[in-house]
């Protein structure tokens, strides 16, 4: 016999209300007024249910890192974050770029049995630009990755990130682009702007990321593929992919919940949990990454999830790691932009937490619309709460910039493949295995 | 007063007279045959040193000692500072060895000020070069050789108003710079930059100073009363900034035939140590127009009053 549940009374993401009903891990039932025999009821008044989100941009740390964080705790963060999917980056060590790593790392994911734990593989053999990676063998692995990237570092030189667009069309992959021309951005250390020259911290400029986007999405035109720009920062950067979609590139656009809502003007601080890469940039730069997200020229919300041990960030600027959490986070930020702002509604929320990443992976039991017969992956958000950030959270690590900050809505139960792996906002001891 | 010196914006315009002025007390010390004021026996003054600096650290040093605090000199070059957490373990190492006061020199920017606020020590910090950001003192030691040279024997409680400043050489590296546009804003002095274009920053919009290109068009428009050049740095010049050291001395460099354009009374500063025959030529370093030596005489004053006023009577509990 397998658990029912039949959550009562929800708000849908169309605005409408509804009772679900999940049945092992399916949901069996939409619907007003069920009544469902032998289900455990659980009251959903007051709460938004939305597709479980899809996070294309987590750095788990493992295998290699965990002192940082492993693939059990960056999966319960994410469970805690409304999340049944993430997308694990490959900067671990030895680097995601053979079909052995990947499937560890998917093995890992299930064995922890939080959410669906789906690798990207490398572009090139070590992220190191020289040589492509195996794309082939972990297209065709078990973990049957199709999303490459060598995040971290930018695949720069154009001649492999033209073979790399090319050859994964063979599998319908995707090449995901870090953009920052490393020339430009040698010793970086913020944005370069008006705060870089009062703090006399070498500048990020715009530019370096703004040039290897024009540049890509030119070579995916060229050769006819598909491009996902990771992390876009900078207002030029919107200008750039909106005029590349105009024009009818297949490029795709991602934004991280800090660069919706943190600017450079807290690195004043010189406080290092603000030290991330790409750097927060200007008000101006926000506002236009905000637009472009509510507008659809930016098509996802991926976290960029970086945790990294204290000693990485309690220390000067220059010496402390890039990178900050965010999976406990994204959603309350994705609110403020969308919904508090009065700008957008429920359903573009879901697009970009959740429905759009899956479909840019090409996932398939992930990221489905709540409807009868769709894996019941769903995320249950309580829109009128209130919360002020901690450091405690479900992630080894605490470099997380909101501490102290208010933010709006809170995830209240998160439905992984019909399992509650958070039930009233607590984590639950086990996961689903 | 203040608790710490981390910036050449910390102090208010009467705050920093009050330093000048004291820094007048300190040279008649200076002057007098035992250079020795009783005022800070029993304190412990440690030159945190990241990074060689033996002129500002041997000016620290004689100020401390003039004052008659204990002084210890700890170089952490050559450690493992690149492994991030040095800062904090010697940080806590001297807070537990009862250091009053820390003075640090460090490549990183911000790193005097990660120190002050980061709880890991109590005693005050002097910023002594943090990186391409800030040099106070150095600002504090210029402002006090400038009204020096203008106001003389009548130069207590006097500000810089009416000064124009001409700083003139690597201005996106310098914490010279920086610390001298602050404290010659709150002075109430002009300060015009010259650079060539590569050595501005690329967004000077919160800069209260006019970003020139042309040194000779300034020494013209502007007829400064100041003319301060900054060292490059060995490492610009394989870096594209600027083609040939040659390119740079002739269109950057002060040398003597600018010397002749200056007015009789205005002054030539260099915070040392020099590249003569790159930015500054020997002829006008050795002009009596030039203050690089008093500027060096004034550092050790203006570091006693900065001691003093961090350290003389009890410490404030507020954080700066």
């Not at chain 2, 501005?200 to 209260?208: E, G, R, Y």
């Given at each position: 016999m397998s658990t029912k549940f039949l959550f009562k009374n929800a708000q849908l993401q169309d605005g409408t209300f509804a009772d679900i009903e999940v049945t092992g891990d399916l949901i069996s039932a939409i619907g007003v007024g069920l009544l469902s025999e032998g289900a455990e009821v659980i009251?959903?008044?007051?709460l938004i249910a939305l597709p479980g989100f899809v996070d294309l941009h987590t750095h788990l740390r493992e295998p290699g890192f965990e002192q940082s964080e492993t693939v059990l705790t960056g999966t319960q963060a994410a469970a805690m974050g409304g999340y049944t999917a993430v997308h694990a980056m490959a900067n671990t060590s030895p680097v995601a770029d053979t079909a052995g790593v990947v499937e560890q790392v998917a093995a890992l994911g299930r064995e922890a049995g939080y959410v669906d734990v789906l690798p990207i593989g490398a572009v090139t053999v070590g992220l190191e630009g020289k040589q492509m990676a195996e794309l082939g063998a972990m297209a065709n692995s078990k973990a049957k990755v199709k999303v490459f990237s060598d995040d971290g570092k930018c695949v720069h030189d154009p001649v492999i990130m033209r073979r790399a667009l090319e050859y994964v069309k063979a599998f319908d992959g995707v090449i995901a682009q870090h953009a920052q021309e490393p020339r430009l951005t040698e010793g970086a250390q913020m944005n370069e702007g008006a705060v870089s020259a009062e703090l006399g911290l070498a500048g990020w400029p715009a530019v370096a990321e703004e040039s290897i986007i024009a540049r890509d999405v030119l070579l995916a035109e060229h050769v006819n593929s598909r491009v996902h720009i990771c992390h876009l920062s900078t207002a030029g950067s919107v200008e750039i992919v909106r005029w590349a979609k105009a024009r009818g590139i297949k490029v795709t656009a991602e934004v991280t919940p800090h660069h919706l809502l943190l600017t450079d003007e807290l690195v004043r601080s010189y406080n290092a949990v603000y030290k991330v890469n790409p750097p927060l940039r200007t008000q101006k730069d926000v506002l236009a990454l905000r637009e472009a997200l509510i507008d659809g020229t930016i098509d996802v919300i991926g976290t960029d999830h970086a945790p990294h041990p204290i000693e990485a960030k309690d220390c000067e600027w220059n010496a402390a790691a890039f990178g900050m959490l965010g999976l406990e986070t994204a959603a309350s930020i994705a609110q403020e932009v969308l919904i508090e702002s009065g700008k957008s509604n429920w359903a573009r929320f879901a697009e970009v937490m959740s429905t759009k990443p899956a479909e840019i992976a090409g996932d398939v039991e992930v990221g489905q619309e709540l409807e009868i017969g769709s894996v019941a992956n769903i995320a249950f958000i309580d829109p009128a709460a209130k919360r002020t950030i901690v450091a405690e959270s479900a992630s080894k690590s605490i470099n997380n910039p909101y501490v102290g900050m208010q933010l709006p809505g809170r995830v209240l139960h998160t439905v992984y493949r019909g399992y509650l792996t958070v039930r009233d906002g607590v984590l639950a001891s086990k996961g689903r295995n | 007063m203040i608790r710490n010196l981390l910036s050449g914006g910390d102090l208010s315009r009467d705050q920093a007279i009050e330093i000048l002025d004291v820094a007048e007390g300190m040279a008649n010390v200076n002057d007098r045959e035992i250079k020795k004021l009783p005022t800070l026996r029993g304190k412990t003054v440690v030159?945190?040193?990241?990074?060689?600096?033996t002129r500002t650290r041997i000016s620290f040093e004689l100020a401390a000692k003039r004052l008659s605090a204990d002084v210890i000199n700890f170089s952490a070059k050559g450690s493992s500072v690149s492994k991030g957490e040095s800062l904090k373990d010697t940080a806590q190492t001297l807070e537990a060895m009862g250091a009053d006061a820390v003075v640090i020199r460090h490549s990183a920017s911000g790193a005097a000020n990660v120190l002050a606020h980061s709880g890991w020590i109590n005693g005050a910090i002097v910023n002594a070069g943090d990186g391409t950001h800030e040099h106070p003192t150095q600002s504090l030691l210029d402002a006090f050789t400038m009204r020096k040279r203008f106001h003389g024997s009548a130069s207590q409680g006097k500000d810089l108003s009416g000064l124009k400043v001409a700083i003139v050489g690597d201005?996106?590296?310098?914490r010279v710079a920086r610390s001298n546009l602050l404290l010659l804003n709150t002075l109430g002095a002009e300060v015009h930059f010259v650079a060539p274009p590569t050595l501005?920053?690329?967004?000077?919009?919160?800069?209260?100073a006019t970003l020139n290109y042309s040194l000779d068009d300034v020494l013209a428009r502007e007829k400064p009363d100041v003319v301060m050049m900054l060292r490059v740095q060995a490492e610009r010049m394989n870096a594209s900034y600027f083609p040939t050291e040659r390119e740079y001395s002739r269109i950057w460099g002060f040398n003597a035939d600018r010397l002749k354009q200056l007015k009789p009374n205005a002054i030539l500063m260099h915070p040392g140590p020099m590249n003569r025959g790159l930015e500054i030529d020997a002829i006008s370093a050795d002009?009596?127009?030039?203050?690089v030596l008093e500027q060096v005489a004034n550092g050790v004053s203006v570091r006693m009053a900065v001691l003093y006023s961090l350290l003389s009577g009890e410490r404030a509990s507020d954080v700066n």
């Open positions: 009251d959903s008044t007051g | 030159n945190l040193f990241f990074e060689d600096s201005v996106l590296h310098s501005l920053p690329a967004n000077a919009s919160n800069w209260n002009s009596p127009q030039s203050t």
